[in-house]
């Protein structure tokens, strides 16, 4: 069974941004797929799916590590 | 003796693109070092010193390779 999270994600401007997040994002255990729904100067909205449930933690864990922020989801 | 040039590019957004244009420009003939003041959502400045002369035209077409637009810097 496939997990969907979609969060969002400040700070991205640019295809090289996307890149960067989807490669971390791809690193965790579990992850079958990325979207980047790109908002340079906003937020942008990255869907994960996943055959694991992924924690929020681990996943702004990994964008830190891309170079950008997550924003609650729920903002 | 070294020569100095300052260009318009459009379309440069943050670090990665920076990094782009960048190593580009490094791999033309000549180049000593780039210079770029990134001005996202505008015009960036990029500062290219070189021991040759360099025309505009072989800077336009290092820069269209990194995936960004010259504009002329008479602008």
Redesign the interface.
């Known amino acids: 069974m496939s997990h969907t999270i979609t969060v969002n994600v400040s700070g991205m401007?640019?295809g090289?941004?996307v890149n960067?997040v989807t490669e971390e994002l791809t690193e965790l255990k579990g992850v079958e797929s990325v979207t980047v729904d790109l908002n340079?100067?906003g937020l942008s909205e990255v869907t994960i799916t996943s055959t694991l449930t992924l924690d929020s933690a681990e996943i702004g864990e990994a964008v830190a590590e891309a170079g950008y922020l997550l924003v609650s989801n729920d903002a």
Chains 1, 2 share one sequence.
Do not use: I, K, L, N
């Open positions: 401007t640019c090289h941004c960067s340079s100067g």
